[in-house]
């Protein structure tokens, strides 16, 4: 359970990150504030789960499958998979965010842990269904061994799933300030998977309707102009602040039209402002194989 008495029965914690880790600084309270706030009431956040729901479903995985959310902050997507019907557990390994992530989801156990070195708590735990990782891939420095750190954790058969933000012409000092490395696109998410001894996964866009918001968030906020914290702080509330009711719904309306156009058209290829990735994965055993360098016998180059 969790360090102290106050922590939620539902936390398990075995290891915890640094607050100001560089993957994802939320050592400022006010930075930890505004994106609670945000994930309650910006269109994008609410967007998105019904994306993650229609992606889940197209690809596979119906509820009530099992999912292992790493990454999942304060819960707020797990939330939506667990009101959808999934089975979810989460895995944060920032104390602050797990707690609150166990807190609003008290049916859910929560693990702060290494994924890369999982406790066997976990492992008993599993294997899952999915590993779904939601806006985390980009802002690992290492992403190859995280990626095959949770594949060692789903099924035979089982998913690799989640979301980066895409398209590097899109990149501001909001990506530099919430600590992104890249923004990807088809191609480089493949090369990815690719690098990690894993198989390639579907990758399909969405948001293709925010695109030309995006691009003007990206004129506003600028690249290489925040150079203090007022100006740091200034650039994540343009970002993530939710705009005023009218427009909120409006855009809430815009990306409802965009689910239900996917229907009839298919997008995948066209370029959006997020990226979803998908992955089946083979057994356990061979993914170690496969990651495992060969031997060189000088018969053969």
């Known amino acids: ?63 009530p499958g099992r ?66 990782l939601f806006d985390v891939v980009e802002h690992l420095a290492e992403p190859e061994a995280f990626l095959r750190a949770c594949a060692a954790l789903l099924r035979p058969g089982g998913l690799l799933v989640g979301t980066v933000p895409a398209l590097q012409m899109l990149w501001s000092d909001y990506d530099a300030v919430g600590g992104h490395r890249l923004r990807y696109d088809r191609r480089s998410i493949r090369a990815l998977f690719t690098r990690a001894a894993l198989p390639v996964p579907r990758a399909s866009y969405f948001f293709q309707f925010l695109l030309p918001g995006i691009l003007a968030r990206r004129v506003f906020i600028g690249q290489g102009r925040v150079s203090d914290e007022a100006r740091k702080l200034a650039a994540q509330h343009l970002a993530l602040d939710a705009p005023g009711p009218t427009l909120n719904r409006a855009l809430a309306g815009v990306c409802a039209l965009e689910r239900l156009l996917r229907r009839a058209v298919p997008l995948d290829r066209v370029p959006g402002t997020s990226l979803w990735f998908s992955a089946r994965m083979p057994s356990p055993e061979s993914l170690r194989a496969a990651s495992r360098p060969r031997e060189h016998t000088g018969d053969r180059p």
């Open 1 to 63: 359970m969790g360090d102290s008495p106050e922590d939620p029965t539902n936390l398990f914690v075995f290891e915890s990150a640094p607050e100001s880790t560089p993957e994802f600084d939320i050592s400022d309270p006010e930075v930890v504030r505004m994106l609670e706030e945000s994930q309650r009431s910006h269109f994008w956040f609410r967007a998105r789960n019904r994306q993650i729901l229609h992606f889940l479903r197209r690809d596979g995985l119906p509820p």
């Open 67 to 132: 999912v292992l959310e790493v990454g999942c902050g304060t819960g707020t997507v797990l939330s939506a998979l667990a009101g959808a019907g999934y089975q979810m557990a989460g895995a944060e390994m920032h104390p602050l965010l797990a707690r609150r992530a166990a807190s609003r989801n008290p049916g859910a156990e929560i693990y702060s842990l290494n994924v890369e070195a999982p406790p066997p708590q976990l492992l008993h735990r599993g294997p899952f269904d999915a590993v779904a």
